[in-house]
Structure formats: structure tokens, C-alpha cells
């Protein structure tokens, strides 16, 4: 067994650059050594979208990119005996074990043994008495006053690294939590038990620290002229290298742009982090409250002494309920008084629509209009006033007709007044509302399988 294992990961979120896998998986083969590549590309906006997206097709609901993503490294990660990992089966997991069993037979690769993580969705009925237990009073009447889309759990490692340990080349999983994407090839790997929370907290905040992409790497740390990193434009992606005690240093691909320092490194380690010493997950409560970060070269940065605690007893539910039609216009106003009359196009939707609607009003902006194609400055004239600016006006309600009423009326600002309105965009679709409860763990039966035709 070597003695460290490489954890790489390609994606922060759905919509990331699609680019970036194949430069980590030549350096996974340049490096040598066991390792694996994850994707994580789910979150509970997307999972919402993908829900949707199922409920009209039902071939659909999957990661929108999977086939982009997967191409390119499929053949490479098969060969070399690296594993990709990912969240992409958002709300349908099986199609997406389609999609990358189509692309195999394409490039001619033996049937794979892709492996479908189970068990996040308890969409189904008999799980509604749960949920409805589990929910507070004003979550309970709102589910009663909507209709239920989907409910999905936050599963922990366990599954993935056991599919793993039986053989599986791809792993697709839906509502994991992200850093156990990272939790279970470690765990697969160095074989440890399951109530080794020291390990479990190390490599849940490895996952923590790869699970944004190239947020450590420099991404969304850069800040011009207080933080600036170098490259952007080409940003490298991030892998870690962890070792069997739990200490581990995460780098970036070679010959990539961005940086990974104490700083990069120090900020990840915090997002989203309410309490530093209680950091819940499915597979264990990590603790960094006395952790060690240490530059030791150019773009890596070793961690240590993290621990952990036993696992929460409850896992984490998010519910999606049907909440009616979001509509959006915008109009734009450009030269003298721009913003002035800006303000009083808003007012006649506001007249003629807060009588049904709750309007959200929002002045984004400028150079919609005057400014180059490159915006390079906002539109301001001699006297500082804006010389255009955009009008957007949002609303949201149970009945389609009604929320189209934004749409129809901000579109009849063209005429209808004030003068020199223009560049009217609409659209109008379907809204997801969520709740959040907690489930006693023993009440989620999660499973794997492999995939067959």
C-alpha cells in the first residue's frame, strides 16, 4: 500500500469549466500512485433545477454536462486505474449511468462497473409520514398548502467506498454531502473503521477544502490589488495528497494558473463553517479548532491535527415544494434623467401591479446601453448622474397568468411611458421552494448497486 493517496477534484459546481479534469488526471499518471478524481457539481439549487427537469422528461435530471465532463478523461482514468467520482446523478442517477456507459461503448472500453449510490431520494409516499414528523409547525403547513417535488437526504461516505471496494470504476451518486466524496475513496483505501473519527474529521475537511474547485486554488480569493493571484484566467484545479495518519497537503495541477497558500487555504477551510470545533457531516462531526496549516513549497500547503466526533444522529433533509412561477423583466434608460425616469417606470408597475403581486424592484445597473461592448467603465456624465440604467422587476406567484402580468406590463412600458424605454427582455418559469428537517439516520436505508442495461 503506498503511503499516500491522491484525492483530485474537477469540479466545484454545475456549469464549471470543462477543461480542467484532463489536466489533474495527467498529473494523477504523471505523479504515479493510487488516486481518484471527483466531481462535485451539486447543490441545492441544482438539485431543485434537476428536479424539475426530471418531472418533464424522465430520461433527464441528471448533471446537464456530463458527457463534456466525462469525455475527455474516460479512457485515461480506465487505463490507469483511477476512479471518478461524482454527484452528477443529481435527480436521476441511472440515466447518468447511461450517459457514461454510452460514452464507454463510443470509445470502445469494456463494460464498466458503474456503481449507483441509493437511498437520498425519499420522494416516494411512504416516506411522507416521516417527513411530516420531522418537519416544524410553519414547514408543516406550507407543505400542506403546496405540493411536494422532492425530498432528499444527505448521505454520508459509507456507500461509495464500499461500491469502491467491490470494484467500481465510476461511482455516481445523487444528495451526498459534498465532502464525502473525498471521505469515501479514503476511507476504501486506508481501510479504516468507520468510528475512527480522528481519520473521518481529516478527511472530511480534505473534501471540505476540494469540494469548491478552484476556490483554494485562488478562484473566489482573488481580490485585485489585495489579493492577487496570478493567472486567473487559467486557474488550476486543486488534489490533495493524504496520508494514513490523517495529516495531508493539497496542491494544484503543474503548469497551471492561480496559488495555493495559507491564505487560499485558510479561507476555504472557513466557508460555510459556523463553528470550527463542530462541523456536522453524515459520517462524523469534524473539529479543526486546533488545526495546523504550514506552507512547505511553492503551491502546497500541509494540514494537521485535525480531529473529529462521533456522527450526528440525524441526517439532513431537503425538501423542494411546489412554489409557483417566477416572472422577470427588465427595460433599459438611457441619456438625460435616465435614472429619474428609471424610477418612474417603476412606479406605474408598482400602480398597476401591487394590488396581487409583491413586486421586488431592483435599479441594476448601467452601461446597458452607451458603454462599449467591452465594459470597460460604468456610464456616468459630467454631473455624475447615470446616462442609462436598467430597470429590473421580479414577482412570484401560484398562478402562471398572474406572475405574467410583470412580463406583459413592464413589455407595454414601451409606449405606455416614460419615454426611452428599450431593450425589454422577459421570461417566466417555474419556482422551487425548500424546506429542511432532520431525519433519524436509522430511518435512511442507503444502498449501491451496479448499473446494467
Not at 204 to 214: D, F
Not at 277 to 295: F, G, K, N, R, W
Not at 339 to 349: D, G, H, S
Request: charged fraction near 20%; aromatic fraction near 6%.
Amino acid at each position: 500500500m503506498s503511503d499516500i493517496y491522491r484525492v483530485a477534484c474537477a469540479a466545484g459546481f454545475s456549469g464549471d469549466r470543462l477543461d480542467v479534469a484532463k489536466p489533474l488526471v495527467d498529473e494523477l499518471i504523471k505523479l504515479g500512485g493510487p488516486a481518484c478524481i471527483i466531481f462535485e457539481s451539486l447543490a441545492e439549487r441544482t438539485l431543485a433545477l434537476a428536479q424539475l427537469e426530471r418531472r418533464q422528461n424522465d430520461s433527464l435530471g441528471y448533471e446537464p454536462l456530463l458527457s463534456e465532463m466525462i469525455e475527455p478523461i474516460l479512457v485515461d482514468c480506465i487505463m490507469n486505474s483511477i476512479p471518478i467520482i461524482g454527484n452528477f446523478g443529481a435527480a436521476n442517477p441511472i440515466a447518468a449511468a447511461r450517459c457514461i456507459a454510452t460514452i464507454a461503448k463510443q470509445k470502445n472500453l469494456p463494460n464498466l462497473k458503474i456503481a449507483i449510490v441509493k437511498g437520498d431520494d425519499i420522494s416516494a409516499p411512504e416516506f411522507r409520514g416521516l417527513i411530516e414528523q420531522n418537519l416544524s409547525d410553519d414547514d408543516l403547513r406550507l407543505l400542506g398548502e403546496s405540493s411536494l417535488v422532492s425530498a432528499n437526504v444527505y448521505l454520508g461516505a459509507r456507500e461509495i467506498a464500499e461500491s469502491l471496494s467491490a470494484g467500481a470504476q465510476i461511482v455516481i451518486t445523487g444528495r451526498v454531502a459534498d465532502p464525502a466524496l473525498t471521505v469515501g475513496p479514503l476511507m476504501m483505501y486506508f481501510k479504516k473503521s468507520w468510528n475512527d473519527w480522528n481519520f473521518l474529521g481529516a478527511a472530511t475537511m480534505a473534501g471540505h477544502l476540494l469540494e469548491c474547485g478552484a476556490q483554494v486554488t485562488g478562484g473566489y480569493f482573488a481580490d485585485p490589488g489585495i489579493k492577487d493571484v496570478p493567472d486567473l484566467a487559467n486557474v488550476g484545479f486543486p488534489f490533495v495528497e493524504f496520508e494514513e495518519n490523517g495529516n495531508f497537503c493539497i496542491t494544484k495541477a503543474a503548469n497551471t494558473g492561480g496559488v495555493v497558500n495559507r491564505m487560499t487555504v485558510t479561507e476555504q477551510l472557513l466557508y460555510e463553517v459556523h463553528d470550527p470545533a463542530q462541523y456536522l457531516t453524515p459520517d462524523v462531526v469534524a473539529d479543526m479548532s486546533e488545526v495546523q496549516i504550514q506552507e512547505r513549497g511553492p503551491d502546497q500547503v500541509s494540514l494537521s491535527h485535525i480531529a473529529g466526533h462521533q456522527r450526528p444522529p440525524t441526517l439532513k433533509t431537503n425538501i423542494c415544494i411546489d412554489g409557483g412561477w417566477l416572472a422577470e423583466a427588465a427595460i433599459s434608460y438611457a441619456g438625460h434623467h435616465a435614472y429619474e425616469r428609471a424610477q418612474l417606470a417603476a412606479q406605474i408597475i408598482q400602480e398597476r401591479l401591487s394590488d396581487t403581486l409583491k413586486l421586488r424592484i431592483d435599479f441594476i445597473g448601467s452601461t446597458s446601453i452607451f458603454s462599449g461592448d467591452d465594459g470597460r467603465r460604468p456610464a456616468l456624465n459630467t454631473q455624475g448622474e447615470f446616462e442609462d440604467i436598467r430597470l429590473r422587476i421580479a414577482a412570484a406567484h401560484q398562478i402562471k397568468a398572474e406572475a405574467n402580468r410583470v412580463c406583459r406590463e413592464v413589455t407595454a412600458l414601451y409606449t405606455c411611458g416614460p419615454a426611452g424605454g428599450g431593450g425589454v427582455r422577459t421570461s417566466i418559469r417555474p419556482r422551487l421552494n425548500t424546506l429542511v428537517c432532520f431525519l433519524p439516520r436509522e430511518s435512511i436505508k442507503a444502498s449501491f448497486e451496479f448499473f446494467s442495461e
